[in-house]
Every structure is written in C-alpha cells, then in structure tokens.
C-alpha cells in the first residue's frame, strides 16, 4: 500500500457515520495491519487522521505487536533454527 492509500483510508474512516468508540477500534485495527506490513508506518500519524486520539502508549504495544507478528512470520517461513533468535529477542 501507499501513502495515498493509507490517506484514503483515514479519510474514510474520520468522515464515517460510526460512534467514536467504533471509529477508534476500527482505525486501530487498520493501523496495526498497516504497522505489520510497514515497519515504519506511523502509527500515531495515522490515527490522528482518523480523528482518533489514542495514548502514546497504546501506539507503542501496536509498534510491539506488528513486530512480533512480522518475527513469527520469519519463523515460519523460514524452519532454520536461528530464525527463532529474532523471536527471543522481541519476548
């Protein structure tokens, strides 16, 4: 995906009819696909696109999650069994 995309997406989501609760837990589920597959997505950037503000800490524990899943999917991929030290180093 893109930048535009990305813009799309947030445009989408911050002129959406939903209750704010709503919004934020759909923007968050998008953002933490994005981190997964971009490590240098902006989490927080794209939030507040969304129109959702969300505490610094909980973009940092979506930062660790798309880390771990990225990790995990090295691991699978790869069976070689150094590929779990990258795992060790996340947990």
């Given at each position: 995906?893109?930048?535009?995309?990305f813009?799309?997406?947030a445009?989408?989501?911050?002129?959406?009819?939903?209750a704010?609760?709503?919004?934020?837990?759909?923007?968050?589920?998008?953002a933490?696909?994005c981190?997964?597959?971009?490590?240098?997505?902006?989490?927080?950037?794209?939030?507040?696109?969304?129109?959702?503000?969300?505490?610094?800490?909980?973009?940092?524990?979506?930062?660790e999650?798309?880390?771990?899943?990225?990790?995990?999917?090295?691991?699978?991929?790869?069976?070689?069994p150094?590929?779990f030290?990258?795992?060790?180093?996340?947990?």
């Amino acid at each position: 995906m893109t930048k535009k995309d990305f813009q799309k997406i947030a445009k989408i989501l911050k002129t959406t009819d939903l209750a704010a609760h709503q919004r934020a837990s759909l923007a968050v589920s998008f953002a933490s696909v994005c981190k997964e597959d971009n490590p240098r997505f902006d989490v927080q950037r794209f939030l507040t696109a969304c129109g959702v503000e969300t505490p610094k800490a909980e973009v940092k524990v979506l930062d660790e999650e798309a880390k771990f899943i990225r990790a995990t999917r090295e691991v699978l991929a790869n069976p070689d069994p150094d590929a779990f030290k990258g795992v060790s180093k996340i947990l």
